[in-house]
T-cell receptor, first 115, second 111 residues
Framework: EAQVTQNPRYLITVTGKKLTVTCSQN?????MSWYRQDPGLGLRQIYY???????DKGDVPEGYKVSRKEKRNFPLILESPSPNQTSLYFC??????????????FGNGTRLTVT | QKEVEQDPGPLSVPEGAIVSLNCTYS??????FMWYRQYSRKGPELLMY????GNKEDGRFTAQVDKSSKYISLFIRDSQPSDSATYLC???????????FGSGTKLNVKP
């Protein structure tokens, strides 16, 4: 089954404790991206990657890191989480975006709480 | 000012009603427009997409784009209780690398 898999689904942590949220896709997609979803603000793009070893900032990159060493994986790293990073996070992937026929496929989300 | 504005609702309609969902945007560079549906505890899934201005129909769903007014719409005909979800508009420019989403409209279709 074609899918984007995020882990964990739920995560509670404390301020300053480094964490990684994993994202993996099995569709051989070049493009991957991370979003956070907050009430009233919708989905905001954190980072995106057009291909392996190519990453770039979205609209809200502060406090986050990403890496794209393999095509299928795109982990989101919070080096020193803070309470304002409490949010619902989504990973998404897409085939080569030269054609607008390539929709974003989303994972089921990771709910992060930072106390 | 947000790039994309969307009325959060909630919108409550009886089964069989026609539903109209709308977004406005400020960036004239946006070329591709999408509607996603999101059920509770799930990721968004693509419903419709359109390029530039015009209409597109897919079953009970019709997407409209008016670039001159920077306004997009999604119409749902013969709405069903299974259509109850949050609907998100999204858009991007020709680079197709950065996507901008509305905050979502929560729709409830009552049996």
């Amino acid at each position: 089954e074609a899918q984007v898999t995020q882990n964990p689904r739920y995560l509670i942590t404390v301020t300053g404790k480094k964490l990684t949220v994993t994202c993996s896709q099995n569709m051989n997609h070049e493009y991957m991206s991370w979003y956070r979803q907050d009430p009233g603000l919708g989905l905001r793009q954190i980072y995106y990657s057009m291909n392996v070893e190519v990453t770039d900032k979205g609209d809200v990159p502060e406090g986050y890191k990403v890496s794209r060493k393999e095509k299928r994986n795109f982990p989101l790293i919070l080096e020193s989480p803070s309470p304002n990073q409490t949010s619902l996070y989504f990973c998404a992937s897409s085939a080569v975006l030269s054609s607008y026929n390539s929709p974003l496929h989303f994972g089921n989300g990771t709910r992060l709480t930072v106390t | 000012q947000k790039e994309v504005e969307q009325d959060p609702g909630p919108l409550s309609v009886p089964e069989g009603a026609i539903v109209s969902l709308n977004c406005t945007y400020s960036n004239s560079a946006f070329q591709y427009f999408m509607w996603y549906r999101q059920y509770s505890r799930k990721g968004p899934e693509l419903l419709m997409y359109t390029y530039s201005s015009g209409n597109k129909e897919d079953g009970r769903f019709t997407a409209q784009v008016d670039k001159s007014s920077k306004y997009i719409s999604l119409f749902i005909r013969d709405s069903q209780p299974s259509d109850s979800a949050t609907y998100l508009c999204a858009m991007t420019n020709y680079n197709f690398n950065k996507f901008y989403f509305g905050s979502g409209t929560k729709l409830n279709v009552k049996p």
